[in-house]
Nanobody
Framework: QVQLVESGGGLVQPGGSLTLSCVASGSVFAIKNADWYRQAPGKERELVAT???????TYVDSVKGRFTISRESTKNTVYLHMNSLKFEDTAVYLC??????????????WGQGTQVTVSS
C-alpha cells in the first residue's frame, strides 16, 4: 500500500510564492514518473508539470518560467515551487506518481490534493 500526501498549499497574494510537497510513503521502492495537476472550480483537470525517471521536465505553457518541479529521491518526495503566482493559478493541486512498489511492479497513485488560493 502506498500513500501520496501533498502539503504546502494555502492563501497567497498575487506575485507571491508557495512550494508544494508530495511525499510517497508505504511500499515505495522508488518514484518513477511524477506529475502535478491542478483543477479549478468548473474547469477540467490540467497537467501542470511532469518530471520523469531521468528527470526530464515539461511544463504547461501558462506556468513556464514561474513554476519549477523537482524531486528528492532519497526522501521519495516531489516538489512544485511556484513563483509569481497569479489569480488564475487558484486551484486544487494534485500529485500523481508512478511508483515502483517492487523491482518489477509499477503502480499509479494520486494524492488527495492541496488548495492553492491566490487572492489580494
Amino acid at each position: 500500500q502506498v500513500q501520496l500526501v501533498e502539503s504546502g498549499g494555502g492563501l497567497v497574494q498575487p506575485g507571491g510564492s508557495l512550494t508544494l510537497s508530495c511525499v510517497a510513503s508505504g511500499s515505495v521502492f522508488a518514484i518513477k514518473n511524477a506529475d502535478w495537476y491542478r483543477q479549478a472550480p468548473g474547469k477540467e483537470r490540467e497537467l501542470v508539470a511532469t518530471i520523469d525517471v531521468r528527470s526530464k521536465i515539461t511544463y504547461v505553457d501558462s506556468v513556464k518560467g514561474r513554476f519549477t518541479i523537482s524531486r528528492e529521491s532519497t526522501k521519495n518526495t516531489v516538489y512544485l515551487h511556484m513563483n509569481s503566482l497569479k489569480f488564475e493559478d487558484t486551484a486544487v493541486y494534485l500529485c500523481h506518481a508512478q511508483i515502483l512498489t517492487t523491482l518489477f511492479q509499477t503502480e499509479d497513485y494520486w494524492g488527495q490534493g492541496t488548495q492553492v488560493t491566490v487572492s489580494s
